[in-house]
């Protein structure tokens, strides 16, 4: 694993920089994915219910994430800015001060979910069977928040630093061994209890805490990158620079973590099986936004480095490379799920309820997804400058329309499952174009900034 050597992401090739950051970032984001479809198939055979069980919990998994990116976004950025200008001892700060930050907050996070797990489960949709097994499985699974929030926070000040190798070498090994810890736990395989949903989550409880081990190690002994001894306390001054880029990325999630629970709220209508639907659906398109989520995510660390050594070239340059290969990826996924979506909800269940709802889903939601991966293309822009705030703007705007129409237009207009993703497509559209016109402005305004910054004073 890279350990030791300091990675500069301001010099040589930038298609050849992105890609070679890019590639550990979507390994590790496949096998994350690869888990959470083991994950899904294994609780699949538990049935309908299992499943509507997991994909309750999954709405309290995209809170959590707005509490990570906070974290994760804001020491992500400062980081690869300390490393652009060669400051060493500040990025160290940084560090540290992302650590505690999350360790505080993955408290707080778990111990809440803990109090009001059986009300939440209720609240959104679960009932009979899919309420008991919801409550079940997110009793164990929101312990997880504490491990997953400090993994993250590490990982992406890694990213900062311009290694993504080694996050992905811990997290490979992590999900292979919640993989096969999967059917053991919930089966009740190697003469072990059988455990149902509760088997799927504590499997990943202990993944999360051997990926943590790992990391204790290569940081507190071995070494990673940068210095870290001396005092661990909390500096007000860096978490004010720290929260003021990431609270922005954490309220973007907050407001999908809204969307979805809404989305929920309107789809139980139409029952368990439209449910399922959804959560399978929703970790299908987890799958194929990967690579634009690594590509976005290596630009927003280059950025960050080269904005902080005030290179406004490699700047555009790596946005344009980004953009053209998220672009293109989304074209052939667009296709894919055009042409084969029945097939695709069908890996994961063969109840023809849910087929259908989930072919619906498909059908209408990749229409969108070229608009997806240049949003996605843009925020990580905005990451790297520090600027996050437009992301959450154009966000807003998405949300609060498609809140407002999705709970007034399919009630009184009767119409059926099939509005809710038009509704979401047209937001989208609406969303692309606020975000694209600020970082336009943006773009301009770091040219500006740079010039006069390497001008000869007086």
Excluded at 37 to 62: C, E, H, Q, T
């Amino acid at each position: 694993m890279q350990t030791s050597t300091r990675i500069d992401l301001t010099a040589g090739p930038i298609f050849k920089t992105l890609i070679r950051l890019a590639v550990p970032v979507t390994v590790s984001m496949v096998m994350f994915t690869v888990y959470l479809m083991a994950d899904l198939y294994f609780v699949g055979r538990l049935g309908p219910d299992a499943v509507a069980a997991l994909s309750i919990s999954g709405n309290a998994f995209f809170i959590h994430l707005g509490f990570s990116a906070i974290l994760g976004t804001g020491g992500m950025a400062l980081i690869a800015q300390a490393f652009g200008r060669k400051d060493y001892d500040h990025a160290a700060m940084v560090f540290k001060q992302s650590i505690l930050l999350a360790l505080l907050v993955g408290i707080v996070e778990a111990g809440t979910g803990l109090m009001i797990a059986p009300t939440y489960i209720e609240y959104f949709g679960g009932s009979g069977q899919s309420l008991e097994w919801g409550i079940q499985y997110f009793q164990i699974f929101v312990i997880s928040f504490l491990f997953m929030i400090l993994l993250y926070t590490i990982g992406n000040c890694f990213r900062g630093m311009g290694n993504t190798k080694t996050p992905m070498i811990i997290m490979l090994q992590a999900n292979l061994m919640n993989i096969a810890l999967d059917p053991v736990l919930i089966f009740g395989w190697l003469g072990l209890p059988a455990l149902g949903v509760r088997g799927a989550a504590l499997a990943s409880v202990i993944s999360q805490i051997y990926a943590l081990a790992i990391y204790g190690y290569l940081i507190f002994i071995k070494g990673a990158h940068i210095n870290i001894k001396g005092r661990w306390r909390l500096n007000p001054g860096i978490i004010r620079q720290s929260l003021y880029i990431g609270v922005p990325s954490g309220l973007n999630h907050f407001l999908l973590a809204a969307n979805l629970l809404i989305s929920f709220r309107v789809i139980s209508n139409y029952g368990t099986a439209a449910l399922a639907s959804i959560g399978i659906g929703f970790r299908l398109l987890q799958a194929i936004y990967i690579p634009v989520i690594a590509v976005a995510s290596a630009m927003a660390a280059i950025v960050g480095q080269n904005f902080g050594a005030e290179k406004y070239q490699r700047i555009t340059g790596t946005f344009a490379r980004a953009w053209l290969i998220g672009t293109a990826f989304m074209v052939c996924c667009t296709a894919v799920c055009q042409a084969i979506p029945g097939y695709l909800i069908a890996i994961f269940s063969d109840d023809p309820a849910v087929v259908e709802f989930g072919v619906i889903y498909l059908k209408i939601f990749s229409l969108g997804f070229i608009m997806v991966g240049t949003i996605m293309v843009f925020n990580a822009v905005f990451q790297g400058l520090g600027k996050t705030y437009p992301s959450l703007i154009g966000a807003v705007v998405d949300n609060a329309l498609f809140a407002g129409l999705v709970l007034t237009l399919p009630v009184y207009f009767s119409w059926g499952i099939q509005s809710v993703w038009w509704i979401k497509l047209t937001t989208a559209v609406i969303e692309t174009a606020v975000i694209a016109v600020w970082l336009k402005g943006e773009l301009q305004r770091t040219r500006l900034k740079i010039s006069r910054s390497l001008q000869p004073a007086g």
